[in-house]
C-alpha cells in the first residue's frame, strides 16, 4: 500500500466525547457500545470518547456489543435498569446507536440520555432530525475519495504521496443534520 486515506477514529470519536461532555455539563456516566474485542476501529472510537469523558471527570461504563445491535438493546436496557447515573451512551457503529434508542424509548427514558453514534448512517439522520438520537460522526467520504485520487495521480505521476492519510469525521446534530439528509 503506498498510500492510505482512512477515517481517523481515535480523533473522530474524540469529537463525539467532547460533544457528550459539553452536553453532560459536569454529572453523569457515559455507557459505551464497542465493537469487538481487540479490533482497532473499535478500540479507537471507544478510547476517542473514553479519554474525553474520563478527562472531564465522567465515569464510564464500557461493553463489548460485536458490532451486534440485538447485544447493544440488551446492553443498554440491562445498564439504564441498573445504573440510574447513565446520563450519555456512544455506540461505536449506528445501528448500534439506534438500538440504544429503542431500548431508551422502551423505558421511558429518551428524553434523559445524550445518545451518540458513529457512521452517519441515513436511519440515524432521520433519528436526529426526529429527536431522538443526539448525534452522530459522519466519516467525511467526499474527502477520503479527493485525498485518494490526489494520491494515486501523484503515485501516477512518479511524484510523492503521504503514506497515511488521517481524516477526522464530522458531527451531526439537530443543528445541521438537514445538510446531510
Not at 445504573?83 to 456512544?90: S, W
Not at 501523484?154 to 464530522?170: C, K, R
Amino acid at each position: 500500500v503506498a498510500s492510505l486515506v482512512q477515517t481517523d477514529n481515535l480523533a473522530a470519536a474524540g469529537i463525539a466525547g467532547d460533544y457528550i461532555v459539553e452536553q453532560l455539563g459536569g454529572e453523569g456516566t457515559v455507557l459505551i457500545l464497542g465493537g469487538s474485542a481487540g479490533h482497532q476501529t473499535g478500540n479507537a472510537r471507544r478510547d476517542g470518547v473514553l479519554i474525553a469523558a474520563e478527562a472531564a471527570g465522567h465515569e464510564v461504563i464500557f461493553q463489548i456489543c460485536d458490532w451486534q445491535d440485538a447485544c447493544a438493546f440488551e446492553t443498554t436496557t440491562n445498564f439504564l435498569q441498573s445504573n440510574p447515573d447513565i446520563r450519555a451512551i456512544f455506540s461505536a457503529w449506528d445501528p448500534g446507536a439506534l438500538a440504544a434508542v429503542s431500548a431508551a424509548q422502551a423505558l421511558g427514558k429518551l428524553d434523559d440520555l445524550v445518545i451518540v453514534g458513529f457512521d452517519g448512517n441515513p436511519a440515524n439522520l432521520v433519528a436526529i432530525a426526529e429527536g431522538e438520537q443526539s448525534a452522530t460522526i459522519k466519516q467525511d467520504n467526499t474527502r477520503m475519495g479527493i485525498e485518494s485520487v490526489q494520491n494515486l495521480l501523484n503515485i501516477i505521476n512518479g511524484e510523492d504521496a503521504p503514506a497515511l492519510v488521517p481524516i477526522d469525521g464530522i458531527l451531526i446534530t439537530a443543528d445541521n443534520v438537514a445538510e446531510f439528509q
